[in-house]
């Protein structure tokens, strides 16, 4: 009888572990429409470049079919046989996703011509949900050098939602541009000079619609667009080669379960006059110590509605020296730090941004009213005067309304598996129900063992 007792009682706790282990698991694991993270990979059609051009194109491209949440979007230039390009000989300027609404009606000329070469007015971005909608219009996702190893990475029960039919206008269709901004260093005579865009490099006086630039425009994306070519050492050969943009989605079937995330882009050259992305720092006159050499920019902004901050990650140039979003009173919210390569193989290449630190609040910590001032602050080393740099933030943000209709959410460690949200069944009538549950299993053990008794059984000795 004891024996017997052991047993019954054992597979009663054993019941109760698993019920503790429901009630602490990860969301994916408590949800079946939400269990699969799937992972999509697809690339760019090919751009050619010989040494010291630009390639500055758009692209049609793939994405996940259906509603779906991504949870995580990482791009890098890769050459013909799918092999990682250093930057030492191809400098990735940025590459942005975005999407678009096209009227059915004129999909073809689309799929042709995308929406740069059609000139579709009736074609409408969609993108992210402000604050800065420069370049292409609306960016969903981008970033530059710092690809590699910058953690995009959503934890669940967040994601970015695409592919709703109910969002599309009758008569559209939702479809996906890419723009690769790549410049070939193999060659040329000022590395630094050419990925910082400087006009005289390039030889460039007027933009690639043909208007002259402002004199006092020495350097940046303006001069160095598509099919420009920087200054090259004397007597370089000039080979081409076939490269391509592939970009990793990781992804969820959306359900109820799936908490929506808005994404904004904060940018510290948006000084009321609108976000211009770019900006030049100067030559420090090192009159004191080179620790005194930084420049730094600030911006406020204000959100259009109240959320929760789920992510957050800025965006720098080579001389980048982090960037800080801050509250209104002063505290600090994400400090998003470069990490620079310092080596010679690929994706550790010294001397350029080869990734950018990701902040992940504990969920609910750091609420943001739109009554709330933010300041974004970017630093640079002025060792040497730089153009063209930039100082962005990406935040994405929960709405506090779909964040409450959470049961119950804690972080736990988000950086590495991108599964850190956890929830707690703690409802009085969820914990009553699975007590009398496991109540109801022990007796019905106990009634079994007592009748296998009777009839001459015996349990297993422990």
């Not at 597979?11 to 698991?25: K, P």
Request: proline share 5%.
């Amino acid at each position: 009888m004891a024996s017997c007792s052991v047993i019954s009682f054992s597979m009663i706790f054993v019941f109760i572990g698993i019920i503790h282990g429901w009630g602490t698991s990860s969301f994916d694991a408590l949800t079946s429409v939400d269990l699969v993270n799937r992972k999509s990979v697809y690339r760019t059609p090919a751009f050619i470049l010989t040494p010291g051009e630009v390639s500055n194109k758009y692209y049609r491209v793939e994405f996940p079919k259906g509603h779906v949440g991504v949870r995580g979007f990482d791009a890098e230039v890769v050459d013909e046989a799918g092999n990682p390009v250093s930057l030492f000989e191809v400098y990735l300027h940025h590459w942005i996703a975005y999407n678009v609404y096209v009227k059915k009606t004129e999909k073809e000329a689309f799929l042709k011509e995308g929406y740069y070469g059609s000139n579709n007015p009736s074609t409408r971005f969609v993108g992210n949900s402000g604050l800065c909608r420069y370049g292409p219009g609306s960016t969903s996702w981008g970033l530059g050098s710092e690809t590699r190893h910058t953690n995009t990475t959503i934890p669940p029960p967040y994601a970015v939602e695409i592919g709703n039919s109910k969002k599309i206008p009758d008569g559209y269709e939702e479809m996906w541009e890419f723009n690769v901004h790549a410049i070939d260093t193999r060659g040329v005579e000022d590395r630094p000079g050419c990925t910082e865009c400087r006009c005289d490099l390039y030889g460039v006086a007027n933009d690639e619609h043909g208007l002259p630039l402002p004199k006092d425009y020495i350097g940046g994306f303006a001069c160095c667009y598509d099919g420009t070519k920087c200054r090259l050492k004397e007597g370089f050969e000039s080979t081409k080669r076939t490269l391509y943009m592939q970009y990793t989605i990781r992804w969820v079937e959306w359900s109820e379960h799936v908490v929506p995330l808005k994404k904004y882009l904060i940018d510290v050259t948006n000084t009321g006059s609108g976000c211009k992305a770019e900006y030049n720092t100067p030559t420090c006159s090192m009159s004191g110590f080179p620790t005194d050499c930084i420049d730094t920019r600030e911006t406020t902004a204000s959100l259009p509605e109240d959320g929760i901050l789920i992510y957050a990650a800025a965006h720098q140039h080579t001389g980048g020296r982090g960037a800080g979003l801050y509250s209104a009173n002063g505290e600090e919210i994400c400090r998003s730090i470069p990490t620079y390569g310092i080596g010679s193989e690929t994706g550790n290449e010294a001397g350029y941004v080869v990734g950018m630190s990701a902040c992940y609040p504990e969920p609910g910590s750091v609420k943001i009213s739109s009554k709330d001032i933010l300041r974004l602050q970017s630093n640079y080393t002025t060792l040497r005067g730089r153009t063209g740099v930039m100082g962005i933030f990406n935040i994405l943000v929960a709405s506090p309304g779909d964040t409450a209709s959470i049961i119950s959410v804690k972080k736990s460690d988000p950086l590495h598996s991108g599964h850190g949200i956890e929830v707690t069944l703690n409802h009085p009538f969820v914990i009553v129900g699975l007590v009398g549950v496991i109540a109801a299993i022990g007796l019905a053990l106990f009634y079994q063992v007592r009748k296998k008794q009777s009839e001459g059984y015996q349990a297993l000795s422990t």
